[in-house]
């Protein structure tokens, strides 16, 4: 269980000419999605400023599309990409100024990914309303980095409403994040490490529901990794149990190995 690296690569903008990152099919999890040539449409106002007497290749800014496709070929799900594009020095290589200045590379940055590439890994035995967290955040992650730490936030929150952690006081008032944490944290001895990294999630959703808000889609990533890392140590143990129990039930107690 592991955060995408390929999240982190998709997180920057995407150099042409150089390779897409491939992510784990969001519908099989065992493919991965490999990403054909994007298509450009510039803006009006880029368009427009061409005939300018100082135009520069760098004024060059649009819209893209992309097509992804999984590479199972027991599953190839589409995925649809779109995003912005702008033209800047290139990146993947040295270059000679002697041979007329640098040169120009367009660079990809994705606002959003259809269907969403999991931001982080739902254990099997995780309850549902878990799976419907991570879902949310997923959705926006590229789009909205502020709303996806807010939508793990939620999950947390999800969380321990599944694990009986009530969301309203006695007097029906709504009560904090931090309370509810500390609640579930102080009925269990041994969950305190994992109620640390559920505090520090809370902490990154909040940030993101500030209207001043600057997350960006990297930081949500790291936050992933940190309630990936909580749920990991509350629900690995679980799904290997349960695998277990399978491997047995199939071989009976009466075979012999």
């Known amino acids: 269980?592991?955060?995408?690296?390929?999240?982190?690569?998709?997180?920057?903008?995407?150099?042409?000419?150089?390779?897409?990152?491939?992510?784990?099919?969001?519908?099989?999890?065992?493919g991965y999605v490999g990403f054909a040539k994007p298509t450009e449409?510039?803006?009006?106002?880029?368009?427009?400023?061409?005939?300018?007497?100082?135009?520069?290749?760098?004024?060059?800014?649009?819209?893209?599309?992309?097509?992804?496709?999984?590479?199972?070929?027991?599953?190839?799900?589409?995925?649809?990409?779109?995003?912005?594009?702008?033209?800047?020095?290139?990146?993947?290589?040295?270059?000679?100024?002697?041979?007329?200045?640098?040169?120009?590379?367009?660079?990809?940055?994705?606002?959003?990914?259809?269907?969403?590439?999991?931001l982080m890994p739902i254990p099997k035995s995780a309850p549902e309303e878990v799976r419907e967290g991570v879902l949310r955040a997923s959705r926006v992650l590229f789009a909205d980095p502020g709303l996806a730490a807010t939508a793990l936030r939620a999950t947390v929150e999800l969380f321990l409403t599944s694990e009986g952690i009530s969301a309203v006081s006695t007097n029906g008032e709504f009560r904090s994040a931090h309370s509810r944490i500390t609640e579930w944290k102080n009925a269990d001895p041994s969950r305190p490490s994992v109620a640390d990294l559920f505090f520090a999630v809370k902490w990154l959703g909040n940030a993101g529901t500030h209207e001043d808000s600057d997350l960006t889609t990297i930081e949500v990533l790291d936050g992933a990794r940190v309630l990936d890392e909580a749920f990991h140590r509350l629900f690995l143990g679980a799904d290997i149990d349960k695998h277990a129990q399978t491997i047995n039930a199939a071989k009976g107690p009466n075979r012999t190995p």
């Open 1 to 30: 269980m592991a955060v995408d690296p390929a999240l982190f690569e998709l997180a920057k903008p995407v150099e042409e000419g150089l390779a897409w990152p491939r992510p784990a099919c969001p519908n099989c999890q065992s």
């Open 41 to 118: 449409d510039e803006s009006h106002s880029s368009a427009s400023a061409r005939t300018h007497s100082a135009w520069d290749p760098e004024w060059i800014n649009g819209t893209f599309v992309v097509r992804g496709q999984c590479e199972n070929p027991d599953c190839q799900q589409a995925v649809h990409g779109t995003g912005d594009y702008r033209v800047d020095y290139a990146r993947k290589r040295d270059y000679d100024e002697n041979e007329g200045g640098p040169p120009y590379s367009t660079f990809y940055s994705v606002t959003h990914l259809h269907p969403p590439m999991l």
